[in-house]
């Protein structure tokens, strides 16, 4: 909910406000933040900062909030708040933490900076880590994999959107048995040109991405490093820029060493997901929707996820289509800070989509 | 309880079902046709092939 009056969560209150503010509110997370924020019947939005936008409206950025009358604020007028979520470049909140927790109780993060469990990992994949105290103390925000660490967590790690992508796809197939982490896996992930982030560039700009099928970061993605993580094996992963806005597609290719059959596929996928609020099952069901593809799933939080089997090739080939700026960002990130402050998982996150609708 | 041919999950049907009939999985989305109804016998409907491409 917008109010723009700082209020105080009072537990004793079955009408119970939790006020919240977003770090970095002019990109396109930070504005997808404040548009569920400002839906959502618990959280209370207190302030968006922006050192760029400072004093501007809100809905000057971001047109669903038109009239909220929200206004960037500067960071450095940070006020204390009950959930801060960080929307920042990486690096940012690494550097910022202890000032976050200053003024925060909770604060979840959606950049990459505490995502990977040790400093280690840093120093491979990106570029060291400055606080790699909090990295302990830092749960993953995917609830499919790690709901119960998340009930009370006051430091959230939002996963990447392609890691994200990818690890539900292929989450079931390890969780039973099917895969042991010995087996080949190749993904390759179709991105929208959100992920690029508000900022722009020259490979941004309409004329040179109108049109794209790009392969960009075709080995040593640093989301593989999440992969790796919670899959617990290695995967070779290629990402292609594609022309949509929103949305994340990864198709997985995996060799699995023994016989498989369509019913221990179904039995994976819904064991793992069948009482996930977020996650659909699309497996050649009927009508044009029939395996998951970004467009079903824009502007939602849902996941949709799907599977075939091919026997003559001894191949499973896994589907799996994401918003990346919901079910790959800001949607994960309010899924899991509901249920770090026990409140009802899906609040503030029930759009379904739209249909028929344009490309994503 | 009648379990989907396709995925195996339980199916809700209604009680005054018809041979012939069609009837989705909430879980897969499947179609499924009805082929006798005491007790239900479900197989899969064929589906429309896409042929983009081809």
């Known amino acids: ?360 | 309880m009648t379990q989907c041919v396709e995925c195996g999950a339980d199916l809700s049907l209604h009680d005054d079902l018809e041979a012939g009939e069609i009837v989705d999985c909430t879980t897969c989305g499947a179609e499924l046709e009805v082929i006798d109804t005491e007790p239900p016998v479900l197989e899969r409907a064929p589906e429309l092939e896409e042929d983009w491409g081809e």
Request: hydrophobic fraction near 35%; proline fraction near 5%.
């Open chain 1, 1 to 360: 909910m917008v109010t723009g009056a700082q209020t105080t969560t009072d537990e004793s209150d079955s009408s119970e406000t939790i006020t919240a503010s977003v770090v970095g509110g002019t990109g396109f997370t930070g504005g997808e933040l404040l548009r569920l924020l400002a839906g959502h019947p618990t959280f209370e939005i207190q302030q968006a900062t922006s050192r760029s936008a400072a004093g501007k409206s809100v809905g000057s950025k971001h047109p669903p909030l038109r009239g909220s009358g929200l206004r960037f604020t500067d960071p450095g007028d940070l006020e204390s708040v009950d959930v801060l979520f960080t929307a920042t470049p990486h690096g940012v909140s690494m550097e910022q933490i202890d000032a976050f927790f200053d003024v925060a109780d909770t604060v979840v993060d959606l950049s990459a900076d505490f995502r990977l469990d040790t400093e280690a990992q840093y120093d491979e994949w990106y570029d060291g880590h400055t606080a790699p105290e909090y990295l302990e103390r830092a749960e993953y925000a995917l609830p499919e994999i790690n709901r119960d660490n998340l009930a009370g967590a006051d430091l959230i790690a939002g996963g990447g959107c392609n890691a994200t992508a990818t690890i539900l796809g292929l989450y079931p197939l390890f969780e039973h048995d099917i895969l042991d982490g010995g087996e080949q896996l190749v993904v390759d992930v179709k991105v929208g040109s959100s992920e690029g982030g508000a900022g722009g560039g020259e490979a941004s700009s309409h004329p040179e991405r109108s049109g794209i099928v790009r392969p960009y970061a075709p080995t040593g993605h640093r989301h593989e490093a999440e992969i790796e993580q919670f899959l617990g094996t290695s995967v070779a992963f290629t990402c292609h820029a594609v022309d949509m806005i929103r949305g994340a597609s990864a198709t997985a290719h995996v060799f699995p060493s023994g016989p498989v059959s369509k019913g221990d596929l179904w039995a994976a996928y819904r064991g793992c997901y069948e009482d996930e609020p977020f996650v659909r099952l699309a497996a050649g069901g009927s009508g044009v929707y029939r395996y998951p593809e970004p467009k079903a799933v824009a502007g939602t939080n849902y996941a949709d996820v799907g599977f075939e089997l091919d026997p003559s090739n001894k191949r499973i080939v896994v589907f799996s289509a994401i918003d990346n700026m919901m079910k790959g960002s800001a949607g994960q990130a309010v899924h899991a800070a509901n249920i770090a402050l026990g409140l009802e998982e899906t609040a503030g996150l029930e759009f379904a989509g739209l249909h028929p609708v344009g490309a994503p």
